[in-house]
Structure formats: C-alpha cells, structure tokens
Nanobody, 124 residues
Framework: QVQLVESGGGLVQAGGSLRLSCAASGRTFSSYTMGWFRQAPGKEREFVAAIKWNSRFTYYADLVKGRFTISRDNAKNTVYLQMNSLKSEDTAVYYC?????????????????WGQGTQVTVSS
C-alpha cells in the first residue's frame, strides 16, 4: 500500500548539481527510516544515504560523503537527496526506499518499500 515516487533525475554535466525528491504515500511516513540507493549498469545496487525519522541521524556512503545531503520534510511526506559536485561515477538509477522496523540502515535488505527509480546521468 505504500507508494514511493522519485523525481528530479536527469542529465547533468560533471561538477553540476541535482536534487532528487521522493514523495511517499501513507500516514506513517514520519516513523520511517528513509534511504537512497543507486544502481549503475552492470553493478549491484549500493547504499547512498539514509535518514532517521526525526532527522537527527544521517548516514552516507564514503563515496558521496561531503557531496550529497539527505533531508526530509515529514509534513510533506518527502525525502530529498541534494547532489553536488557530481561525477560520472554517480551515473545510475537512484531508488528511494523506506524502512519501517528501524533495524538497519545501509543494506538494501533492511528496507521494505521501494520506488521505481529515477535516472541520473552525469556527462564527463
């Protein structure tokens, strides 16, 4: 019943910025841990960033730390991923995910609901 819809992907030049949004349905959004994952062609899905329900704790993959920022607006049922200083290596389909049990953060298996993904292409 939970629906996650990503938006904001597109084509951007290396060094540019992009902000992804994930709109969530459901009345319990405020209790979810929200995460972003990505999957490049021929590669496994990898963790990008996550944020706890109250925004007190955020988590980042080493490769994006300092460049990406995750945030959320519970009143809008939306989580964001601000991506700066983009590199060609960031090219991937980006997925929004929601975790309801708060037992994990960085593994795709920790999450219960997924969006369909949005393509981010960084030209080099």
């Amino acid at each position: 019943q939970v629906q996650l819809v990503e938006s904001g992907g597109g084509l951007v030049q290396a060094g540019g910025s992009l902000r992804l949004s994930c709109a969530a349905s459901g009345r319990t959004f405020s209790s979810y841990t929200m995460g972003w994952f990505r999957q490049a062609p021929g590669k496994e899905r990898e963790f990008v960033a996550a944020i706890k329900w109250n925004s007190r704790f955020t988590y980042y993959a080493d490769l994006v730390k300092g460049r990406f920022t995750i945030s959320r607006d519970n009143a809008k049922n939306t989580v964001y991923l601000q991506m700066n200083s983009l590199k060609s290596e960031d090219t991937a389909v980006y997925y929004c995910a929601a975790e309801v049990d708060d037992w994990g953060t960085r593994s795709s298996g920790d999450y219960d609901y997924w969006g369909q993904g949005t393509q981010v292409t960084v030209s080099s």
